[in-house]
C-alpha cells in the first residue's frame, strides 16, 4: 500500500512540475509574441503619446505635460506602458520606442507653440538602455532640428535607478545633453538607493518625488519625511521639485504648504490624447485650492 501512495505522490509531484512549466511556458510565449508584435506596431504607427499635464503651484497654470506612450493595438486594445515597456526594454527595442515617442511629443509640443501656447514644455521618459545605447545625443540633436522646437521646451525624465546602474557614465552623458540646451529631471526620486552626495554633483534641473511617497504624504510619517527632505534638498542644490501622483486635494495643499514648485496627477488630469492636452493648458489650474 505504502507503494501504490508513492506512486501516486510521484505522478501528482509530476503532474504539478508540468503545469507550472507549461504556464511559464505560456507567459514566456506571450512575451515573444509581444515582442515581435511591437516589432512591426512600432513603424506601423500603433503607438500613441498621451499627454498628463504638469501644474506650477506658484502661479497655478500648466507649465507643460509628460509623454506617456500607449499602444493601439489591433486585436487587443489599447495597452498601458506596464504591458509592452518592460518588454521593449529586454530587447533593443526600446530604443526605436523611445526615439518614436521623442520625436512625436516635440512635434506635439511644436504644434503647441503654434497655437499660442508658448513656452509649454513637454518631459520624455529616457529608459535605462537608451543612456547605454550610445545614438541617445544624436537622436535628440536630430528631432529638434526636424522639428523646430526650442531645446529649453524639452525636457528628459531618467530614472533614479537608471541613473545610479552607472553614475559616471550618466553623469556625462547628461551634461551633454544640457549642451544641447535641455532640461534633465530626475524621474521616481527617493526609490532609486543613490547616496545624495553622489547627486551633488549631478547635472540635473528637477527631482520628481517618486509617487509612492506623495500617495501617503498625509498618512504615513515617513513618507512625508522623504517627500520634505527631497523637496528640501532640491531647494538648496538649486533645482526644481515635482510631485507626480497626486490624487487628493489635501495631497496637493500639503506640497504646496511646503513649496513644492510642480505638481502633476489624477487630481488634475490623467493623461489624455493630444488635442484634450491642449484644451487643458488654455484653463485655469486647480479652482479649489482653498477649500476644505
Ligand atoms: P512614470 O514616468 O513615473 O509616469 C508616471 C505614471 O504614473 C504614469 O503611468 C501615469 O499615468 C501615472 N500617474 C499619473 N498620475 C497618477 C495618479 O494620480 N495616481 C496614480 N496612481 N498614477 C498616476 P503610465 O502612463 O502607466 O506609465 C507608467 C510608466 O511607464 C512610466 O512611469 C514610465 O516609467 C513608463 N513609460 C511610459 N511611457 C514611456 C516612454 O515613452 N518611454 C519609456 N522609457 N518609459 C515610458
Ligand atoms: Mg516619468
Ligand atoms: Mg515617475
Ligand atoms: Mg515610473
Request: glycine letters at 6%.
Amino acid at each position: 500500500r505504502a507503494n501504490t501512495a508513492m506512486h501516486r505522490a510521484k505522478a501528482s509531484g509530476k503532474d504539478n512540475i508540468q503545469f507550472y512549466a507549461s504556464t511559464r511556458d505560456a507567459a514566456v510565449a506571450e512575451r515573444m509574441e509581444l515582442e515581435t508584435e511591437l516589432r512591426r506596431a512600432i513603424p506601423a504607427g500603433e503607438l500613441v503619446v498621451y499627454y498628463q499635464p504638469k501644474l506650477d503651484v506658484e502661479t497655478n497654470t500648466f507649465i507643460g505635460a509628460e509623454a506617456l506612450v500607449r499602444w493601439q493595438h489591433p486585436k487587443r486594445g489599447l495597452l498601458q506602458p506596464g504591458q509592452f515597456v518592460p518588454i521593449a526594454e529586454d530587447s533593443s527595442l526600446i530604443v526605436a520606442l523611445g526615439e518614436y515617442v521623442l520625436r512625436q511629443a516635440c512635434l506635439q509640443a511644436r504644434l503647441w507653440q503654434e497655437a499660442g501656447l508658448g513656452g509649454r514644455t513637454v518631459a520624455v521618459n529616457v529608459a535605462a538602455r537608451q543612456l547605454r545605447d550610445g545614438r541617445l545625443v544624436e537622436a535628440v540633436k536630430e528631432v529638434l532640428r526636424d522639428t523646430g522646437l526650442a531645446p529649453a521646451c524639452l525636457e528628459l525624465e531618467i530614472t533614479e535607478s537608471s541613473i545610479m546602474h552607472d553614475l559616471d557614465h550618466a553623469t556625462a552623458l547628461l551634461h551633454e545633453l544640457k549642451g544641447l540646451g535641455v532640461s534633465i529631471s530626475i524621474d521616481d526620486f527617493g526609490t532609486g538607493y543613490s547616496s545624495l552626495s553622489a547627486l551633488r554633483n549631478f547635472p540635473a534641473d528637477k527631482l520628481k518625488i517618486d509617487r509612492s511617497f506623495v500617495h501617503e504624504i498625509e498618512t504615513v510619517p515617513s513618507a512625508a519625511a522623504v517627500a520634505l527632505a527631497v523637496i528640501s534638498f532640491a531647494r538648496t542644490l538649486g533645482m526644481r521639485v515635482n510631485a507626480e501622483g497626486v490624487e487628493t486635494l489635501g495631497q496637493a495643499q500639503c506640497l504646496r504648504k511646503h513649496h513644492c514648485d510642480e505638481i502633476q496627477g489624477f487630481l488634475l488630469a490623467r493623461p489624455v490624447p493630444s488635442d484634450e492636452v491642449q484644451a487643458l493648458f488654455r484653463q485655469p489650474g486647480l479652482a479649489s485650492w482653498d477649500a476644505s
